[in-house]
T-cell receptor, first 113, second 113 residues
Framework: EAGVVQSPRYKIIEKKQPVAFWCNPISGHNTLYWYRQNLGQGPELLIR????????DSQLPKDRFSAERLKGVDSTLKIQPAELGDSAVYLCASSVGHLEGYTFGSGTRLTVV | KNQVEQSPQSLIILEGKNCTLQ??????????LRWYKQDTGRGPVSLTIMTFSENTKSNGRYTATLDADTKQSSLHITASQLSDSASYICVVRTQGGSEKLVFGKGTKLTVNP
């Protein structure tokens, strides 16, 4: 089993540029989460999907962040335009059901310069 | 406010020594508590999960305790190894109508030879 796969592992962009992260969850996991983790902090939930439906996006900064999970499998998180404060690790996680048996991906480390 | 506080923020020990990490929470209503290990550049990996009725749970050299009355948990690492160097994150799940996970900021453990 490959686990939760994220790409890219690292991304460096200039501020005001767009960026996208991709996540492939574990097969059969209906629930998918995007988290942001700042240095020395715990992960903070951005959005939760149940299949293709975003059921909790209350913490997603919708002015610049967007996400999609069109077929209920892979997901993409986009930032446009990126700001310096967006530098963080973006983690994707999946589970069979909400709050059950989380598996995290290795994350994408974003640096905005 | 639901919060999870971890201490110490960082810890340096010598290989072979034991250590104990602390987690205090104010999350209510409580469902369960997990300890995660996060290696540098990787996503968190679950070590143990404890429910309200469990006081102690072991996973190899890791032993977690839970005192639901005082809302405290600890993670004890025995005979530390260099590979134990990581951040250890305490995560508490709420229950009820708006279930969610509340993450601590983690304890960064460094095991030196």
């Amino acid at each position: 089993e490959a686990g939760v796969v994220q790409s890219p592992r690292y991304k460096i962009i200039e501020k005001k540029q767009p960026v996208a992260f991709w996540c492939n969850p574990i097969s059969g996991h209906n629930t998918l989460y995007w988290y942001r983790q700042n240095l020395g902090q715990g992960p903070e939930l951005l959005i939760r999907y149940e299949n293709e439906e975003a059921v909790d996006d209350s913490q997603l900064p919708k002015d610049r962040f967007s996400a999609e999970r069109l077929k209920g499998v892979d997901s993409t998180l986009k930032i446009q335009p990126a700001e310096l404060g967006d530098s963080a690790v973006y983690l994707c996680a999946s589970s069979v059901g909400h709050l059950e048996g989380y598996t995290f991906g290795s994350g994408t480390r974003l640096t905005v310069v | 406010k639901n919060q999870v506080e971890q201490s110490p923020q960082s810890l340096i020990i010598l290989e072979g020594k034991n250590c104990t990490l602390q987690c205090n929470y104010t999350v209510s209503p409580f469902s369960n508590l997990r300890w995660y290990k996060q290696d540098t550049g990787r996503g968190p990996v679950s070590l143990t999960i404890m429910t309200f009725s469990e006081n102690t749970k072991s996973n190899g050299r890791y032993t977690a305790t839970l005192d639901a009355d005082t809302k405290q948990s600890s993670l004890h690492i025995t005979a530390s190894q260099l590979s134990d160097s990581a951040s250890y994150i305490c995560v508490v799940r709420t229950q009820g109508g708006s279930e969610k996970l509340v993450f601590g900021k983690g304890t960064k453990l460094t095991v030196n030879p």
